[in-house]
């Protein structure tokens, strides 16, 4: 195993740890040891790989965004905004367990915090985009934080349909 493939390893089995004992106990409850006790790394190469235990759950949630990037960027059908809030409310709903997890262990800030990262205004653009993509992004996380918070009750396509017919085009 190379390099790569064994940074790559390490990082899974550090990521698929700290969710299996995220599911046990609170994330306060949850040492540096018990994570590499689980994932059966040492504890430098958790330090090789993140900072803190926040970080591992933010990475978790990025690579979750960018697959959901991928798959739609390479299976959209139409440019339309209610089949990308479709996608993406059906990611969320895929992937519901780590979600609603996520809100039970009151972590859910680090969902929104990459999501921001990602999807939120840029400092490069210009002061009107910035506001435009603040004013559609943080609306869209109010829908995820509220649809969350309730449990995820409504399927992806209702959610993506009630947007739609509430002017969010």
Known sequence: MGNTERNTFVKTAIINATISLLSEKPFDAISISDITGAAEVSRNSFYRNYADKEAILKEHI???????????????????????????FAHLKDNSDFYLLLRERNLFHLFREVYLEKYGPKPEQDNLSAYVVAFVQNGMLGWIDEWVNRGMQETAESMAQLLSSNGIK
């Open 62 to 88: 990025f690579n979750l965004l960018e697959q959901w990037d991928y798959d739609y960027n390479h299976t959209r059908k139409t440019d339309q905004d209610s089949e990308m809030y479709g996608s993406f």
